[in-house]
């Protein structure tokens, strides 16, 4: 193969997204865009209250409005299906509790479902469920933490005897005591991360359709990975796997909200199997807002033991999750903060206790980077620690970054750190920000009653993370296929809803075959021929499904050679496949495009022209499990100002400095970047799934669940690294949670800075103006 | 969050669609640019038998200028009102609080009658009319034509005192005198919102010296209220930063602000307080560029 120069490659350009021009002229297909012959509509009946057991739900009026099909209460429902944990639940998140598709003997959160109505129109639907009368014996909500853990209140689960899901469970990693011992100072803090959420274009959705002839069930999803769903599907409707298959299309946005099926998207498929007829759900915003899913409300209680100088010899951290009304994903999550609490630092012990509760909220689900508030904790508590010493925060990052060169190279929990540019990221970022200028400027301004502040957050983002001992078998597969039209189809698990991957795949497979880019298909979300896999999420898809094409290209490229040198009775090796053509010094007119070389293997194979061994199945399949490729990282970098009259927060410079290894397309790794910044600017400034202190749900529009918009995220300046290679062929790493990762941590930290004059301490996540005014001593909180 | 059931009529006359209105005994709503009433219906907060659209109507929308001030349709979009350079020219405050509503797209469907008819506590047209001393036209089969002047509209949270048959169609903005200066400022969650608290205030200035203020806030109450030099019982003829002082800690303790998800009570109170100084002092400003410094 004739060496590539850059230029010639697509792999590390801004390739245009083959995405974009549909997308962006409303020609994508959601499920909402789905319609089939004789399709009705679901809506449901939702619990307006919190907490109650139901005593009646009378569903008569409802049956008779007009347009209603049919009405399906709980009792009804548990005929149909039934429920299983939502993805993630490990054993031991709470032992087998136990609960209906829709709710039967209580509700325990606002929104829960009581009855599912089916009607000609989603309109009518709503209409009939107005009529469904619900007879309810209230029982005191558990809304808190301290709530749940309060032995006097009701269980949510009597089979729990409580409220607490589990724990508390500790772990000791390294010398504790010692460290402990050895400490000149302890500093203590309570850290809290609020309660928000998910909130993609497109909710959660589904168009079920049962055809009673075959048996089979089809299903149209909104989902990160058909796979997933088709198995939860077919283990909630009790049906056997080979009768259900799953298709999606395009897909409005998740952030790991949509793994899996819903208990919503069970009921519905349940419905279409019972009326033999298509139903589609499309949840609105309320729904989305109510129901669908929360996330990141934990707390915890930190002691850092510190040296004078500003060494953290080690941490002990408690920290209790909330999980909201139906166990699930949050025991992953604990796993996941407690490995990665010690980051890119040199921490040497660690102490973890956690553990986990439920609440009459909405259930706890994956959002982007799951396990942010080890970051979030780890930066605030870096912070805190050089406040008290009165060091500046720099210099105690400094001191405590693991080096590459300086053993061992591994967090206390285990994993290697092998790769990580965190010291390189972090002294970038302070030099282009020029922080001794800044600290002048921001002295200086101070005496104009003017507060200005700048935070740092250095963080790693396991994308997909070092190999690790039992991973074994965490792969991604992709199947790579030469049609006879010459198009290279590239099969994988993953199913984008907003990545890219149609772009981004086809890049690496076109450069690595040596097809031109129009020539690569990326196929996704059908289970019929998706590869095995989980689907998108846990910033997978880069080194892994990017390996996997890779590894399957080359595989193939080597096979169509093989088969093209005995035809032609050329030696392989004078062969090269460029941009989509069979080339080399003998090749009939200099080039012999893909199809017609396709054809002749066909021919020759089937007439029995070649030698036996030659292989003429035109696929190959590859399971990769990222290599040697790590960690992406890097250091955010924020310089905020506060006006301490209004509390009004302005962020006057972003700075991303990044190593999420060899970029395959920069703008889209910028984009995602962008994407998950802006996440983090809602988080700390604006958004907050909030509850009364009854249970009441307060964020259900969207005009109080407040999303950054285009004017509240400011201008992001991206600084890429070069990277570590450590693998011989795939560098490519993800890069889709670490801007929601350290977003958070670096504007608190800046605001944090901006308010020290004030004596302010920072240990919450959510600072809208009204609080930092509190924080400030402006109004009393 | 789909609408319930109700029947839609879209008359070609003003009479007509006052027949609908009173027929309709209190069943009935006008829909103008739909931004308050559709979501009220998306939530079910509102469930009107029937909706009458006026737009097919003649003469309902547009900017009117003579000597003696402005008269804006009220079927006008606040879009369309806040690009007009008479608006801008002869009421500078009403140009600034319409900067303020939602975004420009919901600007280009929301009008200003229908701004003013909602009465929203939050939303910055109501303050501004009541500072402007503004006067809007009523018309109803029963009582033909009235004028309400703004002080006596706004009775509380999304109520007026327009009765069920009835329908505005005009509102009248004074000229304000040549040595007044305006503000509106606000403070809200993200830029478009509606505000946490919201201030409209007009200084006449007379050299040095304020020989009058006037000043309504939104987002602090069950609805805005007019507030003068007297009714702040502001004292003496101190010096206008005295006095801007002292009127930002009277609104402070004479308003009794709600607590919601977005802000807490203290917060309102604290940033009525600070926005009632910025605004005066930028309304003192801004009266000197007006010619008030010298008309003393
Ligand atoms: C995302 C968003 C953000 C917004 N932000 C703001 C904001 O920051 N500040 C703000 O003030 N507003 C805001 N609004 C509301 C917007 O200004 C509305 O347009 C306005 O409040 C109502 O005007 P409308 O013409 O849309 O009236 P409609 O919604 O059609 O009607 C509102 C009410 O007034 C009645 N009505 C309307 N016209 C008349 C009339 N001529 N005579 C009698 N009754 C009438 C209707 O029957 C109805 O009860 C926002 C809206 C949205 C959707």
């Known amino acids: 193969m004739r060496p590539r120069v850059p230029a010639e490659r697509y792999t590390g350009a801004s390739v245009r997204r083959v995405e974009d021009e549909r997308l962006l002229t409303g020609r994508g297909t959601f499920v909402a865009d ?167 274009m497109e909710g959660r959705a589904i168009l079920a359709s049962f055809d009673a002839s075959s048996g089979q069930l089809l299903v149209r999803a909104s989902t990160q990975g058909v796979n997933t769903t088709r198995q939860m599907l077919a283990q909630q409707l009790r049906m056997p796997l080979d009768r259900v298959r799953v298709v999606a299309e395009d897909v409005g946005g998740s952030f790991g909200l949509k793994f899996g099926a819903s208990r919503e998207e069970a009921a519905c498929c349940a419905a279409s199997r019972a009326l033999g007829q298509p139903v589609r759900w499309v949840e609105d915003r309320w729904e989305n807002l109510t129901v669908s899913g929360q996330a990141r409300e934990e707390s915890f209680e930190v002691e850092a033991a510190v040296t004078a100088s500003g060494l953290i010899l080690g941490l002990r951290v408690q920290m209790v999750i909330d999980s909201g009304a139906y166990p699930g994903f949050a025991p992953l ?63 105690v990052r400094l001191r405590n970054l693991a080096t590459r060169d300086e053993p061992p190279l591994r967090m206390v929990t285990g994993p290697s750190l092998a790769g990580i540019t965190a ?10 920000v020029d922080l001794a200028r800044f600290q002048e400027r921001q002295l200086r301004l101070r005496d104009e009653g003017r507060y200005l502040g700048v935070g ?58 040596g097809a031109r880019l129009e020539q690569v298909r990326v196929m996704v979300g059908d289970s019929q021929q998706t590869p095995e896999g989980f689907g998108t999420g ?19 490229r080597g096979k169509v050679l093989e088969a093209a040198a005995q035809i032609l009775d050329l030696a392989p090796t004078d062969l090269d496949i460029w941009r989509g053509e069979l080339v080399g010094p003998g090749v009939p007119g200099g080039g012999l495009p893909l199809a017609e070389l396709i054809s002749r293997i066909d021919l020759a194979a089937r007439s029995g022209q070649l030698p036996p061994g030659v292989d003429v199945d035109l696929t190959a399949t590859e399971d990769f499990d990222g290599g040697e490729s790590g960690w992406s990282g890097g250091t955010h970098c924020c310089v905020v100002e506060v006006d301490p009259d209004t509390g009004l927060v302005r962020i006057l410079r972003y700075l991303v400095v990044e190593d999420c290894g060899d970029l395959i397309n920069p703008a889209v790794v910028d984009g995602q970047i962008r994407g998950g910044v802006a996440q983090g600017v809602g988080a700390v400034l604006l958004e907050r799934s909030a509850y009364d202190p009854e249970g009441q749900y307060l964020s259900a529009t969207l005009m109080d669940y407040l999303l950054p918009t285009a004017l509240d995220v400011p201008h992001i300046e991206i600084e890429h690294l070069s990277p570590v290679r450590l693998d011989p062929d795939v560098n490519f790493r993800g890069v889709g949670e670490g801007g929601m990762i350290a977003a958070p941590p670096t504007i608190c930290n800046a605001i944090a800075d901006a308010l020290s004059p004030f004596g302010a301490k920072v240990l919450e996540q959510h600072l809208p103006p009204a609080r930092i005014l509190e924080l400030i001593g402006a109004t009393s909180a | 969050m789909k609408l319930p059931p109700f ?19 209190g069943e009935a709503r006008i829909l103008a640019g739909g931004q308050s009433l559709i979501p009220m219906l998306a939530l079910r907060l509102a469930r009107p038998s029937l909706l009458i659209e006026l737009r097919r109507v003649p003469g309902l929308a547009g900017v009117h200028e003579d000597g003696s001030g402005l008269r804006i349709g009220a079927l006008t979009t606040e879009l369309v009102a806040e690009r007009d350079p008479r608006v801008r020219a002869a009421s500078p405050l009403l140009f600034e609080a319409l900067e303020f509503v939602g975004h420009p797209a919901i600007r280009s469907r929301g009008t200003v009658g229908g701004s003013l008819c909602h009465a929203d506590p939050a939303a910055e047209l109501p303050a501004a009319a009541l500072v402007l001393g503004a006067e ?109 002082g002292q009127a930002g800690r009277s609104v402070a303790a004479r308003i009794r602000p709600p607590e919601d998800l977005h802000a807490s009570a203290a917060y309102r109170r604290h940033l009525s307080r600070v926005l009632t100084e910025r605004a005066l002092r930028t309304a003192f400003e801004r009266a000197a560029l007006q010619g008030g410094a010298a008309s003393a």
């Open chain 1, 333 to 395: 999550v604990v796993d996941i903060v407690r490995e990665m609490i010690p980051g890119p630092y040199r921490l040497g012990a660690l102490s973890f206790s956690s553990s986990g509760v439920v609440t009459n909220k909405a259930s706890y689900v994956a959002y982007r980077g799951p396990w942010a508030a080890e970051t979030f904790v780890r930066e605030r508590i870096v912070d805190l620690v050089a406040q008290e010493l009165g060091i500046s925060a720099l210099e």
């Open chain 2, 7 to 25: 029947a839609y009529r879209a008359p070609e006359s003003l009479e007509e669609g006052l027949e609908l209105l009173a027929a309709g005994e």
């Open chain 1, 423 to 432: 010291r390189e990221s972090l002294l970038r970022a302070a030099e282009i």
């Open chain 1, 538 to 556: 846990g910033s997978r898809f880069a080194a892994m499904a990017g390996g996997a094409a890779l590894h399957g290209a080359r595989r193939l």
């Open chain 1, 34 to 200: 789905a319609h089939l012959p004789g399709m009705l509509h679901a809506a449901f009946h939702r619990s307006p209250l919190p907490h109650a057991r139901i005593v009646a739900v009378n569903t008569e009026a409802a049956r008779r409005a007009p347009g209603v099909v049919a009405v399906f209460d709980g009792a009804e429902m548990t005929q149909m299906a039934s429920p299983v944990a939502a993805l993630g639940a490990a054993p031991g998140s709470g032992g087998p509790v136990s609960f209906g598709i829709l709710a039967m003997d209580k509700v325990r959160l606002v929104g829960d479902p009581v009855a599912l109505v089916v009607a000609e129109s989603r309109a009518l639907a709503e209409d009939a469920c107005e009529l469904i009368v619900v007879e309810y014996e209230e029982l005191a909500p558990v809304v808190t933490v301290e709530q749940a853990l309060d032995p006097s209140l009701p269980a949510i689960f009597e089979e729990l005897g409580g409220n607490r899901l589990f724990g508390p469970e500790v772990k000791v990693f390294g010398d504790v005591d010692g460290a402990f011992a050895r400490a000149d100072r302890v500093v203590r803090a309570s850290i809290h991360q609020h309660r928000h959420q998910n909130v993609p």
């Open chain 2, 136 to 244: 809007l036209t009523a018309r109803s089969l029963a009582r033909g034509t009235r004028t309400i002047p703004a002080r006596d509209f706004f009775l509380g949270p999304y109520t007026t005192a327009l009765e069920f048959d009835e329908v505005v169609t005009e509102v009248r903005v004074p000229a304000p005198p040549s040595s007044q200066g305006s503000c509106y400022l606000e403070v809200s969650r993200r830029p478009g919102d509606f505000a946490m608290v919201g201030v409209a205030a007009a200084v006449v200035r007379g050299g040095d010296r304020v020989l009058d203020l006037r000043l309504a806030l939104s987002g602090v109450g069950d609805r805005p209220r007019l507030l003068t030099r007297d009714e702040l019982e502001l004292e003496g003829q101190d010096s206008p930063e005295v006095l801007f």
């Open chain 1, 456 to 513: 740092f957050a250095t963080y790693i983002e396991p994308a997909p993370g070092p190999r690790q001992e039992g991973g074994e078998g965490n792969t991604e597969q992709v199947r790579v296929e030469l049609d006879r039209d010459g198009l290279l189809l590239v099969h994988t698990a993953q199913m984008p809803h907003g990545q890219s991957h149609r772009t981004t795949l086809a890049q690496v497979a076109a450069d690595e075959f």
